[in-house]
Protein backbone atom coordinates (compact mmCIF):
# COMPACT_ATOMS: atom_id res chain seq x y z
CA UNK A 1 0.00 0.00 0.00
CA UNK A 2 1.09 3.42 -0.82
CA UNK A 3 1.14 5.96 1.60
CA UNK A 4 1.42 10.06 0.87
CA UNK A 5 1.57 13.14 2.48
CA UNK A 6 0.27 16.75 0.98
CA UNK A 7 0.72 19.54 3.68
CA UNK A 8 0.42 23.34 2.59
CA UNK A 9 2.28 25.00 5.62
CA UNK A 10 3.69 28.49 6.53
CA UNK A 11 8.09 29.17 6.26
CA UNK A 12 8.50 28.90 9.66
CA UNK A 13 6.75 25.14 9.27
CA UNK A 14 3.24 25.42 10.92
CA UNK A 15 0.52 24.02 9.55
CA UNK A 16 -2.03 26.53 10.54
CA UNK A 17 -1.70 29.64 12.38
CA UNK A 18 -2.18 29.55 16.24
CA UNK A 19 -5.72 30.50 16.08
CA UNK A 20 -6.33 27.84 13.24
CA UNK A 21 -6.56 29.95 10.15
CA UNK A 22 -5.50 28.69 6.62
CA UNK A 23 -6.07 32.35 5.42
CA UNK A 24 -1.88 32.37 4.41
CA UNK A 25 -2.75 29.75 1.76
CA UNK A 26 -4.97 32.06 0.34
CA UNK A 27 -2.51 33.54 -2.07
CA UNK A 28 -2.00 30.33 -3.86
CA UNK A 29 -6.04 29.23 -4.24
CA UNK A 30 -6.24 28.31 -8.01
CA UNK A 31 -3.29 26.94 -8.41
CA UNK A 32 -2.50 23.42 -9.21
CA UNK A 33 0.29 21.98 -7.26
CA UNK A 34 -0.18 18.29 -7.97
CA UNK A 35 -3.48 18.16 -5.46
CA UNK A 36 -5.65 17.29 -7.87
CA UNK A 37 -3.72 13.91 -9.50
CA UNK A 38 -2.93 13.07 -6.15
CA UNK A 39 -6.70 12.89 -5.18
CA UNK A 40 -7.54 11.16 -8.32
CA UNK A 41 -5.34 8.33 -7.37
CA UNK A 42 -5.77 7.99 -3.62
CA UNK A 43 -8.72 5.10 -2.29
CA UNK A 44 -8.93 6.74 1.48
CA UNK A 45 -7.65 9.75 3.46
CA UNK A 46 -6.85 9.65 6.89
CA UNK A 47 -6.81 12.56 8.52
CA UNK A 48 -6.46 14.09 12.77
CA UNK A 49 -9.72 15.40 14.73
CA UNK A 50 -8.63 19.08 14.50
CA UNK A 51 -8.23 18.75 10.49
CA UNK A 52 -11.79 16.87 10.23
CA UNK A 53 -13.09 19.87 12.34
CA UNK A 54 -11.72 22.34 9.95
CA UNK A 55 -12.82 20.31 7.10
CA UNK A 56 -16.15 20.65 8.54
CA UNK A 57 -16.60 24.66 8.28
CA UNK A 58 -15.81 24.37 4.27
CA UNK A 59 -18.89 25.27 2.48
CA UNK A 60 -18.81 22.20 0.73
CA UNK A 61 -17.00 18.70 1.80
CA UNK A 62 -14.18 18.35 -0.13
CA UNK A 63 -13.71 14.47 0.40
CA UNK A 64 -16.96 13.38 -2.03
CA UNK A 65 -16.49 10.00 -2.96
CA UNK A 66 -13.57 9.24 -0.81
CA UNK A 67 -13.74 6.66 2.35
CA UNK A 68 -12.31 8.95 5.40
CA UNK A 69 -11.10 7.93 8.87
CA UNK A 70 -10.84 10.48 11.44
CA UNK A 71 -7.99 9.44 14.50
CA UNK A 72 -9.63 10.57 17.55
CA UNK A 73 -10.02 9.48 21.12
CA UNK A 74 -13.16 11.76 21.35
CA UNK A 75 -16.75 10.44 20.09
CA UNK A 76 -17.67 12.28 16.82
CA UNK A 77 -20.38 11.99 15.01
CA UNK A 78 -19.93 11.32 11.08
CA UNK A 79 -21.66 13.48 8.73
CA UNK A 80 -20.49 12.38 5.49
CA UNK A 81 -19.72 8.75 6.08
CA UNK A 82 -16.51 8.92 8.06
CA UNK A 83 -14.59 6.12 10.28
CA UNK A 84 -13.23 7.00 13.61
CA UNK A 85 -10.18 5.26 14.34
CA UNK A 86 -8.62 5.79 18.22
CA UNK A 87 -6.09 2.82 18.29
CA UNK A 88 -2.56 3.11 16.88
CA UNK A 89 -1.91 3.93 13.30
CA UNK A 90 0.27 0.95 12.31
CA UNK A 91 -2.87 -0.99 12.96
CA UNK A 92 -5.18 1.23 11.01
CA UNK A 93 -2.67 1.28 7.74
CA UNK A 94 -2.53 -2.70 7.79
CA UNK A 95 -6.54 -3.35 7.88
CA UNK A 96 -7.20 -0.31 5.02
CA UNK A 97 -4.55 -2.50 3.37
CA UNK A 98 -6.58 -5.88 4.60
CA UNK A 99 -9.51 -4.15 3.24
CA UNK A 100 -7.99 -3.70 -0.80
CA UNK A 101 -7.43 -0.10 -0.17
CA UNK A 102 -4.30 0.63 -2.45
CA UNK A 103 -3.13 4.50 -1.76
CA UNK A 104 -4.22 6.41 1.28
CA UNK A 105 -3.41 10.34 1.93
Known amino acids: MRISVFVGLTI??????????LDYL???EGVEAGYVELMKSVDALV????T???VQSFP???YEGKRVVVLTHRALEARH???VHAGALAG?????EGEGVRHVY
Open 52 to 54: WET
Open 81 to 83: GEA
Open 92 to 96: LMKRL
Open 47 to 50: VGRT
Open 12 to 21: DGFIARDDGS
Open 26 to 28: APF
Open 60 to 62: QWP
